[in-house]
């Protein structure tokens, strides 16, 4: 699958708000800064397609891109951010649970951890409740280049074994939007759950 092509196609604010649910998407969900908007550029090659910031809580509506007709990547706002006001914030879990929880579409969900920090709380629940739906994660630890070689390699190893407590179908990649490390494994999941 060719995903430079991809196109904004709008943002929404609760589920309704989406396209029809027909065809097939990938969700990418995370914490706040974890570069879930990063990854999603990197993997389309299009510098400016989702808004990045240095600022947790930037992607705060659900936003649609469109590959190619019926095939969709979807950003989600991201979780977990603690300065952001309670009624702003309680609205965007809201849409999160009702987008996974929902939508007949989701054909697969890309959870991204900073490597520096993975699995915490939220993130363990969304694995929890992703392989009870029976929906194929890709763990991805992001900003890969921050960890040299040797610690990167054995936190990798460390985030499979973890991943194997949820007994649902995940995989585990590094990832990095600076240096592209993982991304033809990232790629090569995506066109799968894309086409299959
Ligand atoms: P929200 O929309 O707030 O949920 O954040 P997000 O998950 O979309 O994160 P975003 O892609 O906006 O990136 C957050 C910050 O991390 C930005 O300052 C990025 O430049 C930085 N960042 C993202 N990916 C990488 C990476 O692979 N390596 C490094 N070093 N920094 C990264
Ligand atoms: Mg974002």
């Not at 943002?11 to 974890?34: C, K």
């Not at 951010?81 to 999160?96: G, M, N, R, S």
């Not at 936190?155 to 194997?164: D, P, V, W, Y």
Request: glycine share 6%; hydrophobic share 40%.
């Amino acid at each position: 699958l060719n995903f430079q092509p991809t196109k904004f196609v709008t943002s929404a604010a609760d589920i309704r708000q989406l396209p029809d649910d027909t065809g097939v998407e990938i969700a990418f969900a995370g914490r706040s800064n974890a570069g879930k908007s990063s990854a999603l550029n990197t993997l389309t090659r299009q510098r400016g397609l989702a808004r990045t910031s240095k600022t947790p809580g930037r992607t705060q509506l659900i936003n649609v891109f469109e590959v190619e007709a019926g095939r969709r990547l979807i950003d989600l706002p991201g979780y977990g951010y603690a300065k952001v006001p309670l009624p702003v914030k309680e609205k965007w879990q809201l849409a999160l649970s009702e987008y996974l929880q929902q939508r007949e579409s989701l054909r697969g969900l890309v959870i991204l951890m900073d490597i520096r920090h993975p699995y915490r709380d939220v993130d363990q629940d969304l694995l929890h409740w992703a392989t009870d739906c029976e929906i194929p994660v890709l763990v991805l630890l992001t900003k890969a280049d921050k960890l040299k070689p040797g610690p990167r390699k054995s936190t990798l190893l460390k985030a499979r074994e973890a991943a194997m407590v949820f007994g649902g179908d995940i995989t585990v990649e590094m990832f990095s939007s600076l240096t592209k490390i993982g991304l033809e494994e990232t790629e090569q999941k995506i066109s799968e759950w894309l086409t299959q």
